[in-house]
């Protein structure tokens, strides 16, 4: 059971936008681009190089084209968007390209941000923060103290980060809170999720090699050699809860105190 169903994805929020809006700006409008696609603005700008070109992936599995599409160009960057980690890598694009901050909120001046902040309106940072890198954060969050946020992360709405928290890279969903003392990595977080205290997400094989997660009994290679967990809608874990890399949380679900998360929870 996926915590995100393939059909909800293109409604996931990354920033101020759910997918389907950022497919709809972020592709060229002199490209054809297949339904549920993303396509890089590399890739966008080989196809409009070639002019007739077709683009497909490792699959052979056609994503777009220009012109007649006569030459056929491989990609291993775009994608069908069919998995929740494809979330992550376009997360990754989108926002990496913003280039001006957007500060709406309150920061304080003990907090450190080196890179671009889109900051809602009613969102504090509070002493101690330190953002590295672009991150977006919704409305009437509460950030910090003691945090560090880097990465390409997207925090939504009315959402607390306690204490000495680290998020890198990662998707957390509108009224979520992540407890003091915790590590959130190459993750996606729904909405309404509560992480105990000390709640700490792996996302690094000890080979180095790519995570593979579970999908409908088989394992799949998501491709990523850094990838943390993907939580449903209301999970509350309890605190000191460690989650194995790759592992899913269903929604609603939930862990107890000190539980180590070795395979996926489902309802």
């Known amino acids: 059971m996926w915590p995100l169903s393939p059909s909800s994805i293109l409604l996931h929020r990354i920033g101020n936008h759910t997918i389907h809006d950022w497919c709809h700006h972020w592709h060229d409008p002199a490209l054809t681009v297949n339904a549920q696609t993303w396509i890089t603005k590399e890739d966008q700008q080989l196809l409009i190089e070639h002019n007739d070109a077709t683009l497909v ?22 994608f069908a968007i069919e998995y929740p980690w494809h979330l992550l890598a376009i997360g990754e694009e989108v926002i990496a390209a913003l280039a001006e901050s957007d500060i709406q909120g309150e920061v304080h001046p003990n907090a450190v941000i080196e890179g671009t902040l889109h900051l809602g309106k009613g969102s504090r940072i509070l002493p101690g923060v330190y953002i590295e890198g672009n991150v977006t954060i919704g409305e009437n969050c509460k950030i910090g103290p003691n945090c560090y946020i880097r990465g390409n992360s997207s925090i939504g709405d009315t959402v607390h980060i306690g204490q000495s928290v680290e998020i890198k890279n990662s998707i957390i969903g509108s009224n979520s809170a992540i407890g003091h ?78 539980d180590i998360v070795q395979s996926d929870i489902e309802n």
């Open 181 to 258: 003392l915790s590590y959130v990595g190459d993750s996606i977080i729904g909405d309404g999720v509560n992480f105990g205290a000390g709640t700490t997400v792996s996302n690094f094989r000890h080979d180095a090699a790519n995570h593979r997660t579970m999908v409908d009994g088989e394992l799949v290679d998501t491709g990523r050699r850094k990838f943390g967990t993907i939580v449903g809608d209301g999970v509350h874990t309890g605190i000191h809860t460690s989650i194995y890399p790759g592992r899913k949380l269903a929604a609603r679900s939930s862990t107890r105190p000190g």
């Open 57 to 78: 992936d490792i699959h052979g599995n056609i994503l777009g084209s220009i012109g007649s599409g006569v030459t056929p160009i491989t990609s291993t960057k775009s």
